[in-house]
């Protein structure tokens, strides 16, 4: 998520206060509960949801199915997500106190309905049937599994007049009521995400080391009409009559987006997006860029409604159950990514999650959803499915100097990106020979286990006062699965790790910080090689040559074909731009003078970015023009408004390091790759 720079109105609800309780646990494992897990500790959830499977007569692929959708088999160390779920059937128990450390007010009409609402409410209803304790069963993983399978087998029950279903397939109504969504159309697209999980299968080893195993179920074929058992309702807030732009399958509601002048007197002051047509002319829509919200799904919805809070989003996916929110139109500019060059030419989609929170926090739901609509969207503007156009906001690169340093970095080193382009159907593989010239990051997530650490509220949640609160440090999170490897000086693992020269100025090496990516390759993206020794693979990488371990026993990369810069012969080095604008030459006089006088978004070179001679990059596809689009008054009235200039410069778009940058095309020579 962008978030502006200046004070703004923030409100939250749901679970804050146990997201920021998290942090300090991330090195903390699952308390161990059971014979099972005694037994044979890499395998005692297994074992678990197979005891509790055949305790309530559900059957183990369904409850396995479901538990992947809703956590990926994960048990949080016994901590809440997002939405007040524990443990790996995502359990709710949102209480009062909770509300009241986030700041909820009592008087606000969401409160009692909150407290009230079943969905916030499973585990207590779970343990009801267990005859247990609510503590007991957001508390201990086994109580958990065991909860989740009585409250599947009471829905089957209550739709099967208090007798089980004979099959797997009758078990779909029961998954679907699972989700405790209050739409029948989300209640459905979550049962069918569960029978897509069980019809392909699922292996996975999970945050603290439990390997769980789904093998695939053939056969299925579920009676969708059963959804019809559960007699859902619509939900509230009102839905926009508006269409959603959306995969028919994700069912996706519209909650439009502010659009407001905030001030009449000044009819450029407003929020939260800018108008547009796009696709037309050089205005198309070249990337999808993935966030994660730092917040929940409700206070992003508060916060994207609000437009003094001037940032907002395309779409908006809730990770308890994957529903997908549309709140501005396709056509228009999301604020998003804070360098204008990217959003623009982007549609923003934020991801219900934290960045400092690790892949665990995840949903299977929200993996899903997002890959359908970003398939959807692909397919309708002709955007490649590859890492230089489907990025993460830690992808686009700062747009000014001081930008640089502190441009966002979600959705973080949790997120796996491998998993995800999987589900794209388009995974990220060898396309060339052993040998190539260019390798892609491709390090196998679950195995990649890297020790990050971060000292600092959520990005940006110092600004704020409370409910918003400070926390102990370093944070740190012990091997854990990563999307990216580190990078070192030379090929040893005991030299300093490689560090970019605006986020260490003072010539420091590189850090384990999350935030710190300047040492960081990121799963799927494409790098010229530079040299290689046994167990070392170096590559071009923001000016220098970096080293990441690589080996046939551990691979890291994959050989890959693409297409490469590298500087004209003769050419000592040349600039590196993390913008797009056009040269000034471009804009007409009048509107020079409307805008003060001086051409606005000229292209500067970064000062401290450069690629030398000898060096290479991969580039993401063919030149294209330089432009920028002017959104200037409310309501379109300003000279020139609405209107994108158009440069006869071109460019191409680089992996220049973690983050995509531009160069002249008039600087490069291009290389196709040959090996």
Not at 294 to 306: A, H, I, N, P, V
Not at 616 to 637: H, K, L, M, N, R
């Amino acid at each position: 998520m962008h978030r502006p720079n200046g004070p703004t109105r923030r409100r939250r609800t749901l679970t804050l206060a146990a997201a920021l309780s998290l942090l300090a646990g991330l090195s903390v494992t699952a308390v161990t509960t059971g014979s099972a897990r005694a037994a044979d500790p890499q395998t005692a959830r297994q074992a678990e949801f197979t005891a509790a499977a055949r305790e309530f007569g559900v059957p183990l692929p369904v409850l396995e199915a479901v538990s992947y959708y809703e956590t990926r088999w994960e048990a949080h160390a016994g901590l809440p997500d997002a939405e007040a779920g524990y443990g790996p059937m995502d359990l709710t128990d949102l209480t009062a106190a909770t509300l009241d450390a986030d700041g909820l007010s009592t008087q606000s009409p969401r409160y009692a309905d909150l407290l009230t609402a079943p969905a916030e409410h499973t585990a207590a209803a779970a343990a009801h049937l267990l005859g247990t304790t609510t503590a007991d069963v957001t508390g201990g993983e086994a109580q958990n599994i065991r909860g989740g399978a009585a409250l599947l087998a009471s829905y089957a029950k209550g739709y099967g007049h208090g007798r089980l279903p004979r099959g797997t397939d009758g078990w779909y109504a029961a998954a679907a009521r699972y989700s405790q969504a209050t739409e029948d159309k989300v209640a459905q697209a979550f049962a069918d995400g569960v029978w897509s999980t069980m019809a392909a299968g699922a292996t996975r080893t999970t945050a603290d080391g439990q390997l769980v195993i789904l093998p695939p179920v053939h056969g299925l074929h579920p009676d969708r009409g059963d959804v019809r058992k559960l007699g859902l309702t619509e939900v509230t807030p009102p839905r926009s009559s508006t269409p959603a732009e959306c995969p028919a399958s994700l069912h996706c509601d519209v909650i439009p987006g502010a659009y407001t002048l905030l001030d009449p007197s000044n009819l450029a002051d407003y929020g939260s997006h800018d108008l547009a047509d796009r696709p037309h002319g050089d205005l198309d829509i070249r990337y999808i860029t993935l966030h994660s919200t730092d917040e929940t799904y409700d206070g992003t919805l508060d916060l994207f409604r609000d437009p003094t809070y001037a940032a907002g989003a395309h779409y908006l996916v809730r990770s308890q159950d994957g529903q997908v929110t549309q709140m501005i139109p396709t056509k228009d500019i999301a604020w998003d990514s804070a360098n204008r060059s990217f959003y623009q030419h982007s549609i923003g989609i934020e991801q219900e999650g934290w960045a400092t929170h690790g892949g665990a926090w995840f949903s299977e739901n929200l993996y899903r959803s997002t890959a359908s609509l970003v398939r959807y969207l692909a397919a309708k503007y002709d955007i490649p499915l590859d890492r230089a156009h489907i990025l993460g906001h830690d992808n686009i690169p700062g747009s000014s100097e001081g930008g640089v340093a502190t441009q966002h970095w979600d959705p973080g080193p949790g997120w796996d990106w491998e998993h995800f382009f999987d589900l794209l159907g388009a995974p990220i593989r060898a396309t060339a020979p052993a040998g190539s010239p260019v390798v892609a990051i491709k390090p196998g997530y679950a195995r990649n286990l890297q020790s990050t650490t971060y000292c600092d509220d959520v990005q940006g949640y110092k600004q704020f006062p409370g409910p918003y609160r400070s926390f102990d440090c370093p944070v740190t999170s012990q091997d854990a699965p990563a999307s990216f490897v580190p990078l070192h000086t030379a090929p040893s693992t005991s030299a300093p790790l490689v560090a970019d020269p605006y986020l260490h100025p003072d010539g420091s090496a590189g850090t384990s910080a999350m935030n710190d990516w300047g040492d960081k390759a990121p799963a799927g993206e494409d790098y010229v090689v530079a040299d290689r020794v046994p167990g070392w693979t170096a590559i071009w990488w923001g000016g220098t040559e970096a080293w990441l371990q690589d080996s046939p026993a551990h691979p890291a990369t994959v050989p890959v074909r693409a297409t490469r810069i590298v500087p004209k012969p003769g050419a000592a080095s040349v600039p590196v731009y993390t913008t797009a604008y056009p040269e000034a030459s471009v804009y007409p006089a009048d509107f020079v003078a409307f805008e003060g006088g001086t051409a606005p978004r000229r292209q500067l070179a970064r000062s401290k970015y450069s690629i030398p001679a000898g060096q290479s990059y991969v580039a993401a596809g063919p030149a294209v023009a330089t432009d920028s689009y002017f959104a200037i008054y409310y309501d379109g009235s300003a000279p020139y408004d609405q209107h994108d200039f158009v440069g006869t410069t071109k460019v191409y778009e680089i992996v220049y390091n973690h983050r995509v940058a531009f160069v002249n095309a008039a600087d490069v020579d291009v290389v196709t790759s040959t090996p």
